[in-house]
C-alpha cells in the first residue's frame, strides 16, 4: 500500500506531462496544415482606478480581439480559446 502511494503523484505527473505533449503535437500539426490552429475573441477591457475612501472608479476602454489557440493549455503565449471565451471582460487595477 506505502508502495501504492509513493507511485501514484509520479503516474499522474507522468499522464499530465503527455497530455501536455499531446496537446503541443496537435497544435503544430494544426499550424503546419494551416487547419485553425489560432483564433479569435472579442473581449472588453476596463481599468478599476481606486479613490479615496475606498471608491472605485471604471473606466471603460472598449472591445479588442485577442488571440487565442485551440488547445487545452497555453502555447506559443496565447491563452486557450475555452478560458478566453469564459473571461471576456479584462480589469486592470490601478
Known sequence: MKRALKIAPLLLFGLLCLVYLADYAVLKYRVAENRGALGTVTVYSYYAIQKKGNKVEYVFNGTQNETCVHTLFPHMGYA????VERHREQRTDI
Open 80 to 83: 486557450p480559446c475555452w478560458y
